[in-house]
C-alpha cells in the first residue's frame, strides 16, 4: 500500500521510510506540514502517518484542513504528547487513530495496516465471519466450530470479533486493550496476554490447527494456517 | 547640573507614585472644601457689617424723626448741626421740599434724585489735605412732612476695612491649606516610596537566587506589612515547593537512572563478548525491555504532572463508576486466576460520577494490580488468596474501595507511599515503577476525590473517594 509519512525529523522519518518499505510498503515522505498537506490532498495514498508537531503548518491542522476539503484518507497521528486529552484532541481534528510516541513500529504497522484496509471495504458490515472451519455469528452471537458451539464470554466474544473482522492482520495487544476494552492505558501487567489465552483454550484446544496466532513482539493475529 | 537632573528624575518619580496622586487628590477636595467653608464665613461677615450699617442710619433717622415730630423742622436742624459736627459722625443733610439746604455736613450732592426716598449707596467726596478723596457711603433718604427731606449716610470705609481684613485672611488660610497639604502628601509619598522601594530592592535580591531572602516587616500592621507578611508566606510555600522539587528530582533520577545504567551495561555487555547473533539478539531484547520500563516510568510521571498542574480535562463525562469498576475488574480477572487470586466485585450501580472514564480506570487498573501483586506474594495458607473491589456509595460519596490480604503497609508509611516514587525499601525488588499508588492518588486529585489507605486487616485497602455527579 502507499503511505505518506509528515515527519520533520529526518532520522525519524528516515528509519519509518527503511521499516515501512522493508514490509513491503510504498513510501513518500514530506519534512513540512504544508508539503505535507499538498502531497495528502492529492489522495492517492492509503494510509496517512503525521506528527503532531511539523513545521509550518501544525499536524491538527493538516489533519483537519484534508477533512474540510473532504480527503478522507485514514490518518495516523503520532504524537509526543502522550496525555488523554491530546488523544481526544487528536481524534476531534479527524485523525482516525492515535499512537503516543515513543512507540515501537510494530505497533505503528499493525495500526497502519488496519487503517488501509479499513479504508478500502467495510467488513463490518457482515453478519458472519469465518476463519477457516470456526465461524462467528454477529447477530445471533453464536460462535461455532465444526458443527460445534463453543460458549465464550461477552468480552471474549467482542475479543474473537475484533480479531476475526481483522483476519490475517496483526493486532497488538493495546489495539486490543482500545477496540474491546476502550481503554487507552498500558495496563503495567500482561492482563491482555491472559484473556487471548483464554479465548485461545476455547477456540483451539483440541483442533489440530490452530487459528489464533502469537506474533512475536507484536501481538496476535487469527488465520487458516493449514490453508 | 547632574544634580539638577537627579532631582527632576527623583521628583518624577515621587510623582508617579500613588502616594502622591492620593496627596493630589485630597488636597484638590480639601481646598474645595476650605474655600467653600472660609467663602461662606466671609460673605455672612460681610452682609452682617453691612446690616449694621443699614441698621445703624435707620436707628439715626428714627432719633431724628423723633426730634422733628416734637420740636419742628428747628430742633431737627439744630440736632443735625451738634451732631454732624461730632468725630467720626454720619452724613446728614436737611433740604426743603425744593432742595434748599438747611443744615448737614454734606456740601453738596449731583443728584436730585437722593432727595427721593429709598436707600443708595453712592461714592463721595471727602476734602482731606486740601484734595478731595472718593468714599462709599450707604444713604437713606426720608420724606418728613412739610416736604423736608431728610438725607443720613454713614461712611464705608470702616466696614471696607474690615471686609478686606476677613478676605485677607481667608486667602492666606486658603494658601497654608494647600502648602500643608503638599507638605503632607510629598512626606506621606515619600514614606511609602521608601519602603515600598525597600521591598523592591529585597525582591530583587530573591530574584537573583537567593530564596533565603525576607522583606522587613516592621510591626505596625499596615498594609504595607501585611503585603510583605503575605509575600513573605508566599516566599515560603515556594521554598517548600522546591524543596519538594528537588527531592522528586533526585527520586527521579535515581528511579531513571537505575533502568538507564541497567540498558546501558546490557548493550555494553552484548558488544564486548557477544559473539553470536543469538547473543545480540537476546541483549536488544532485553534493551528494548528496559526502554519499555523507562517509558512506562515516563508517562507516569508526565500524567502525574498533568494532575498536579491541575485544570480541566478534556473528555470529561457523567461516568458510572461501578460499571468502570467491573470492567476493570473483569480485565484483570483472569490473569489474577493465573496468579491464583480470587478477584471479586461487589456493588451495584449506578454511581455516577463526572470523571474521564480512562484515567478512572487506570487508577483502578494500578490499585488492582498492586492487590494482585501484593497478595500472590504471601503464602496460600493464610487469607492471602483474595482481592475485593467493592464500588459503593458512602455519606453521599462514591467509593471505590480495593482490598487484598497482602502484606499491607505499616500505618507510619501510608501517607509516604501516596508521593512519587517511594516504594517500601521491602518493594524495591520488585517489578513496578512504584508510582501506581502516587497516579491513582493524583487521578483523585484531579477529579476532586482522595485515595487513602486503610488496614485491611490483615492487608491493605486502597479507598479511592469521589464525588458524586449531579444527574
Known amino acids: 500500500m502507499k503511505i505518506l509519512i509528515v515527519e520533520d525529523d529526518a532520522s525519524a522519518s528516515a528509519y519509518l521510510d527503511k521499516a515501512f518499505r522493508e514490509s513491503g510498503h510504498v513510501v513518500d515522505v514530506s519534512s513540512d506540514g504544508l508539503d505535507g498537506y499538498a502531497m495528502a490532498a492529492e489522495g492517492e495514498y492509503d494510509v496517512i502517518v503525521v506528527d503532531r508537531m511539523i513545521p509550518r503548518m501544525d499536524g491538527l491542522s493538516l489533519i483537519h484542513g484534508l477533512r474540510e476539503q473532504k480527503v478522507d484518507t485514514p490518518i495516523l497521528i503520532l504524537s509526543a504528547l502522550g496525555q488523554v486529552d491530546d488523544r481526544v484532541k487528536g481524534l476531534r481534528a479527524g485523525a482516525d487513530d492515535y499512537l503516543p510516541k515513543p512507540y515501537s513500529f510494530s505497533e505503528l504497522l499493525a495500526r497502519v495496516e488496519i487503517l488501509a484496509r479499513r479504508g478500502r471495504s467495510l467488513p463490518s458490515e457482515e453478519t458472519i465471519y469465518r476463519v477457516g472451519d470456526l465461524e462467528l455469528n454477529r447477530l445471533t452471537r453464536r460462535v461455532m466450530r465444526l458443527e460445534t458451539d463453543i460458549d465464550l464470554q461477552p468480552r471474549e466474544f467482542r475479543l474473537l470479533e475484533y480479531l476475526m473482522r481483522h483476519t490475517g492482520q496483526v493486532v497488538t495487544r493495546t489495539m486490543l486493550l482500545e477496540n474491546v476494552w476502550d481503554y487507552h492505558f498500558d495496563p503495567q501487567t500482561n492482563v491482555i496476554d491472559v484473556h487471548v489465552s483464554r479465548l485461545r483454550a476455547k477456540i483451539d484446544k483440541g483442533f489440530d490447527n490452530p487459528l489464533i496466532h502469537t506474533i512475536r513482539g507484536a501481538g496476535y493475529t487469527i488465520r487458516d494456517s493449514a490453508r | ?471
Open chain 2, 1 to 471: 547640573m547632574v544634580l539638577g537632573i537627579r532631582f527632576v528624575i527623583a521628583l518624577g518619580r515621587l510623582f508617579r507614585t500613588t502616594a502622591f496622586k492620593l496627596a493630589l487628590v485630597f488636597l484638590a477636595i480639601f481646598t474645595i472644601f476650605a474655600g467653600l467653608i472660609l467663602g461662606y464665613v466671609s460673605f455672612n461677615a460681610m452682609r452682617l457689617l453691612d446690616e449694621q450699617v443699614s441698621v445703624t442710619v435707620s436707628e439715626e433717622i428714627d432719633g431724628l424723626v423723633t426730634h422733628f415730630n416734637s420740636g419742628g423742622v428747628l430742633r431737627l436742624v439744630r440736632q443735625i448741626e451738634r451732631r454732624s459736627h461730632q468725630p467720626g459722625s454720619s452724613l446728614f443733610l436737611v433740604t426743603t421740599a425744593a432742595g434748599e439746604t438747611l443744615a448737614g455736613n454734606i456740601s453738596s450732592i449731583d443728584s436730585e434724585g437722593l432727595l427721593e426716598a429709598g436707600t443708595y449707596e453712592l461714592y463721595y467726596r471727602v476734602v482731606e489735605d486740601g484734595a478731595p478723596h472718593p468714599h462709599r457711603a450707604l444713604v437713606e433718604t426720608t420724606i418728613l412732612p412739610g416736604g423736608f427731606r431728610l438725607l443720613v449716610g454713614r461712611d464705608l470705609a470702616e466696614t471696607e476695612r474690615l471686609q478686606n481684613v476677613i478676605l485677607r485672611a481667608a486667602g492666606w488660610s486658603i494658601l497654608l491649606v494647600l502648602a500643608l497639604a503638599v507638605i503632607g502628601g510629598v512626606f506621606v509619598a515619600r514614606r511609602v516610596l521608601g519602603r515600598v522601594d525597600q521591598m523592591t530592592e529585597t525582591t530583587r535580591i530573591i530574584m537573583a537566587g537567593d530564596l533565603s531572602g525576607r522583606l522587613t516587616v516592621t510591626g505596625t500592621n499596615d498594609e504595607l506589612d501585611r503585603l510583605a507578611q503575605s509575600l513573605n508566606a508566599m516566599l515560603e510555600r515556594i521554598g517548600e515547593l522546591m524543596a519538594g522539587l528537588r527531592e522528586v528530582s533526585d527520586n527521579i533520577a535515581h528511579d531513571l537512572k537505575t533502568p538507564l545504567t541497567r540498558l546501558r551495561n546490557s548493550a555494553e555487555e552484548a558488544l564486548r563478548i557477544g559473539d553470536s547473533p543469538e547473543d545480540y539478539r537476546e541483549a536488544l531484547e532485553h534493551t528494548l525491555e528496559e526502554a519499555d520500563g523507562l517509558i512506562k516510568v515516563f508517562n507516569a510521571l508526565l500524567m502525574i504532572a498533568r494532575a498536579e498542574a491541575g485544570g480541566a480535562l478534556d473528555g470529561i463525562k457523567i461516568e458510572d463508576a461501578a460499571e468502570i469498576a467491573s470492567d476493570v475488574v473483569e480485565l484483570f480477572e483472569p490473569f489474577a486466576e493465573e496468579a491464583g487470586i480470587l478477584l471479586q466485585f461487589e456493588g451495584s450501580g449506578p454511581l455516577p460520577i463526572s470523571a474521564s472514564r480512562e484515567l478512572i480506570g487506570q487508577a483502578l487498573a494500578n490499585l488492582i494490580d498492586n492487590a494482585i501483586k501484593y497478595s500472590s506474594e504471601t503464602s496460600l495458607e493464610t487469607t492471602g488468596g483474595t482481592v475485593s473491589v467493592i464500588a459503593q456509595l458512602i455519606h453521599g460519596r462514591v467509593e471505590l474501595s480495593i482490598g487484598d490480604h497482602g502484606p499491607g503497609i505499616p500505618n507510619a508509611d501510608r501517607d509516604r507511599v501516596l508521593e512519587r516514587f517511594v516504594r517500601l525499601e521491602t518493594s524495591r525488588t520488585r517489578p513496578g515503577s512504584g508510582l501506581g499508588l502516587s497516579l491513582a492518588a493524583a487521578v483523585a486529585r484531579l477529579h476532586a476525590g482522595t485515595l487513602r489507605l486503610e488496614d485491611n486487616q490483615p492487608g491493605l485497602r486502597a479507598i479511592l473517594t469521589l464525588p458524586l455527579a449531579e444527574a
